[in-house]
């Protein structure tokens, strides 16, 4: 972007007093200042400010951070997130120096402080609606309906027709396969909440399972052709059915592009999360569900691939359900059927949809 002198000067106002004036402005580096407008600003060089305010000459630097792909700098967030720790920071380190103000440049090229926050909000229209996760609690205990086959469908069709959105970025692809084993949100992050030695589990077996998911990283990183459009967290707590098939999504999270699969596990694991808690096993309505959403998702892509990348998305989606801090109430067995599916799935070269009742018995495929 420019950096028009006019936008400076009335934030240095904002800033620092209305009768702050701005007296040049020059790229670090170069040694004549202007009052002119700074051409190309936002690619890593940073700005002296020279101004004056209370009567007082003064200096300041302003800097953003470069656009660019990799490192987790990807997104807007990602940048803001930095820029809003190092004004924060930078003043708690003896000898650093002090970071005067944070913020941000709107589509006008408009310069707007956010220093002072401490929290930030989200203000979103309100959906009408019940979540889809009723609908799997019934079927759990009364049995399937045609509107619940419906539903799969729709939801499945839904995800069909987003993944269609394709990108090319590798590194974007790298990051959702990296992010996936080791964010906060996801497997390492959700392992480090579980206690120390689970008593469904064997001693040493969950790091036996993050050193799986590390292989299949390594497996995926170059599938970059894969990367498409994603909700991100779609689950039945995120769906919002009304009549019939008329639903609305909500919270999409961790990015706008991903790896189809975790779409689709997202969902699928809970069909079978709801079955183990009745039978141990998937079965009835909620394995009628889950064929067919799986079926009419590979019709409608043809993805058959999907089947050979799912398996470290299936084991981040199990290990939140198997949580004993997210569902205190699972009895042992059920925890440890769910763990019986994530690691004969990471087990397995490619997921059977059909076969699932496999990967939740104790033996290793």
Known sequence: ???????????????????????????????????????????GSPVLLEYSAGGVARSAVLSTMRVQEGFGHDHFSDRAQVLLWQHSAF??????????????????????????????????????????????ERVKEEGVMDLDMRRAEALSTYLAEIHGVKKDSPALYRRKIRETIGHGECIMGILDDYPADPDFLEPGELSAIEKKCIDWRWRLRDKTDRLCQTH??????????????EYSVLDRSRGEWGEAADDVTAMTTNYIFYSVQKSLRLEGGLQALFELFFENYLDKTGDEELLSVIAPFFAFRMVVVASPTWYPLLTGDVRRALFNFLENVLDAEEFDYKRVNRYLEPSRI
């Open 1 to 43: 972007m420019d950096l028009k002198r006019g936008a400076v000067e009335a934030y240095l106002q904002r800033l620092a007093g209305e009768d702050a004036e701005l007296v040049g402005m020059r790229t670090l580096g170069e040694t004549i200042p202007t009052t002119e407008d700074v051409k190309g600003f936002g690619y």
């Open 232 to 245: 991100g967290d779609f689950h039945p707590w995120n769906v919002m059915f009304r009549s019939g098939t």
């Open 91 to 136: 003043g708690g380190l003896p000898k650093h120096a002090r970071s005067m103000d944070v913020g941000y440049f709107d589509d006008g090229g408009r310069l707007t402080s956010c220093g002072n926050a401490r929290e930030f909000f989200i203000l979103m229209e309100k959906i009408d609606g019940r979540e889809y996760f009723f609908d799997l």
